[in-house]
Nanobody, 127 residues
Framework: QVHLVESGGGLVQAGGSLRLACAAS????????MGWFRQAPGKGRESVAA????????RYADSVKGRFTISRDNAKNTVYLQMNSLKPEDTAVYYC????????????????????WGQGTQVTVSS
C-alpha cells in the first residue's frame, strides 16, 4: 500500500522559511515524478512545484518562483519543498503527490495526473 506522509509545516512569520518533507513508502519512488500542491481556505487546489523522476527537471508556479525549491532524494524516498521569503498568501494546506504516468524528465502541474496523495501539512504565515 502506498503512503505519502508530509511533515515540516507550521506557523511562521512573513519573510521566514520552512522546509517540507514528504516520505514515500510502498512504491518504487524513482519511477514517480512528484509534485507539491496547496489549497487555501475557500480556494481550489493549485500546483506549487513538481520534479521529475531523477530530479533533473523542475517546474514552479509563477507565484513561488525564486522563493521555493523542490528537490528529492531517491535513496531516502523523500521529496522536499524549501520555502523561503514566505508571505501570508502562502498560507494553505500543502500536499505532496506521486505521478506514475510520468516519462523520463517530465513533470506535471495537473492534479488529475497524480495517482497518490498525502494527507497534507498546514503552513500558516502570519503578517
Amino acid at each position: 500500500q502506498v503512503h505519502l506522509v508530509e511533515s515540516g509545516g507550521g506557523l511562521v512569520q512573513a519573510g521566514g522559511s520552512l522546509r517540507l518533507a514528504c516520505a514515500a513508502s510502498g512504491l518504487t519512488f524513482s519511477r514517480y515524478s512528484m509534485g507539491w500542491f496547496r489549497q487555501a481556505p475557500g480556494k481550489g487546489r493549485e500546483s506549487v512545484a513538481a520534479i521529475s523522476r531523477s530530479g533533473s527537471t523542475t517546474r514552479y508556479a509563477d507565484s513561488v518562483k525564486g522563493r521555493f525549491t523542490i528537490s528529492r532524494d531517491n535513496a531516502k524516498n523523500t521529496v522536499y519543498l524549501q520555502m523561503n521569503s514566505l508571505k501570508p498568501e502562502d498560507t494553505a494546506v500543502y500536499y505532496c503527490a506521486a505521478n506514475a504516468q510520468s516519462t523520463t524528465g517530465s513533470t506535471s502541474s495537473r492534479d488529475y495526473e497524480y495517482d497518490f496523495w498525502g494527507q497534507g501539512t498546514q503552513v500558516t504565515v502570519s503578517s
